[in-house]
């Protein structure tokens, strides 16, 4: 038999089996004592009739005028006699007998004491030195009807009282394992990078440890997630000096030098320096994204952080590609704004990094506040789009970036509790790629505003 892997039903089968058979056990035995019991007060009330009858009945053999006759009493009124005798001489014919008694059920007199047949149960007593006895019978089947009905007696309340038990088991049960639910139902609701200790003060004694080692657990994990965010962002915020300098002396020694060559290679080493600063900035923005908190007290409308990324990066660009897409109303979210920046800002770099290079780049901003990136080339295979938000995963090996960027966007989402939505081709078209965030927002429906071109 296979037990259920739930504990709070395991516990309940468990206690009402137990209380079941206790209580089964129980019965039997009381119907047993009762048993033996009632064969006693039944004993004694056959001895009882037979000493009360038989005075009674030699009084009125002895008076009488006719002897050897058989007298059989008649009834007062009708009922059911569970008690029948017979009173019969030394040389056993009868005297006196009950109304409903059968002389074939008697057996002849050896004696006083009990006896027992195959139907009933007898006792034979005798007076005036045994010249006169008597013999009283009680059916067997009385005794076990009366037996039945204690045993009903005893087993009918069970069938009440067995499933009010087991209900109060189960909601005893329940009630008993409520704080396990609530730790159970705290660890459901954490974030996926929310390591911080699980209440547990109301579990049980014997729960408890458990959810201390989880604790435990819990804060080593954070500590060590900690130190590694920790080092990733101090060594690119302690790459940003040197990787200044050396960009610095670069350019001095291609201005300061004649030779061809030289200034080649020094170009190289700048172009070099400067995919490096790239790289430790996006390691800073991924420390951040993945350590920070990412979700304010407050909303905030990001139409305006939206709209200063995309300036930025339109002026820093000047290729006049971008296009922006702003609905009329505030769009209210709790994002913070240095997210909200490292998120859009990585969006539209690898859009303009990746996409077709005379083709417009397509930023819009829904008043759902679902964040769209959309820029015009090749499609992209299924395969591709699964990998892409790894960590320095590139589309194509050959161009550009540190395959940071789609992974930052991504850790960002999970840490908001959305996620990153990779599509090519885009919606309704052969080619292009698009990428979409949901951002938490409770801004009310607007349409979208006519789009904003920068030059």
């Not at 060590?224 to 690119?236: D, H, L, P, T, Y």
């Not at 829904?366 to 395969?383: D, F, K, M």
């Not at 080619?431 to 429906?445: E, H, K, M």
Request: proline share 6%; charged share 25%.
């Amino acid at each position: 038999m296979m037990w259920p892997s739930s504990l709070q039903v395991r516990l309940g089968l468990s206690l009402g089996l137990v209380l079941t058979i206790l209580w089964l056990a129980a019965a039997t035995v009381t119907a047993v004592i009762v048993r033996g019991e009632m064969d006693e007060v039944f004993d004694s009330a056959l001895r009882e009739t037979a000493e009360r009858i038989l005075p009674l009945a030699v009084t009125d053999i002895v008076g009488r005028e006719d002897q050897g006759v058989t007298q059989r009493l008649a009834p007062i009124r009708e009922h059911d006699e569970f008690f029948t005798y017979i009173v019969r001489d030394a040389e056993g014919r009868i005297l006196l007998q009950s109304h409903a008694a059968d002389p074939a059920v008697f057996p002849p007199y050896d004696g006083p004491g009990f006896r027992q047949n195959a139907t009933h149960r007898l006792y034979s007593d005798a007076a005036l030195q045994g010249t006169i006895s008597i013999t009283v019978a009680e059916p067997l089947a009385h005794r076990a009807s009366v037996a039945r009905e204690i045993q009903m007696g005893l087993g009918l309340p069970l069938l009440v009282v067995l499933p009010l038990a087991l209900a109060s088991i189960i909601l005893a049960v329940r009630f008993s394992l409520a704080p396990l639910h609530r730790f159970r139902t705290r660890l459901e609701a954490r974030g996926v990078r929310d390591l911080s200790e699980v209440p547990a003060a109301d579990l049980p004694t014997e729960i408890g440890p458990l959810a201390a080692t989880l604790n435990n657990l819990l804060a080593r994990l954070r500590d060590a997630f900690e130190a590694e965010r920790s080092f990733a962002a101090n060594a690119a915020h302690e790459l940003r000096t040197p990787l200044a300098g050396a960009i610095a002396q670069a350019q001095r020694l291609r201005s300061e030098t004649k030779d061809p060559t030289i200034e080649a290679r020094a170009a190289e080493i700048e172009a070099t320096l400067k995919r490096l600063t790239r790289l430790s900035e996006r390691l800073l923005q991924l420390a951040r994204a993945e350590g920070g908190r990412l979700r304010m007290d407050q909303s905030a409308d990001v139409r305006t952080i939206t709209r200063v990324v995309v300036e930025d990066i339109a002026r820093s660009t000047e290729n006049g590609r971008l296009m922006l897409n702003l609905p009329d109303t505030p769009v209210l979210s709790d994002i913070d704004p240095d997210a909200l920046g490292i998120l859009c800002r990585n969006l539209v770099e690898n859009a303009l990094r990746h996409g077709a290079q005379n083709a417009p780049v397509a930023v819009t901003l829904t008043s759902e506040g679902q964040l769209i990136v959309a820029n015009e080339g090749p499609a992209v295979a299924t395969e591709t789009l699964k990998r892409l938000t790894g960590r320095f995963e590139r589309a194509d090996a050959n161009t550009d970036g540190s395959g940071l960027g789609l992974a930052i966007v991504a850790a960002i989402a999970e840490r908001i509790e959305t996620s990153l939505l990779l599509q090519s081709p885009r919606p309704g078209e052969t080619s292009g790629f698009q990428a979409s965030v949901r951002l938490p927002t409770d801004a009310p429906n607007a349409r979208v505003k006519d789009r904003e071109h920068w030059p």
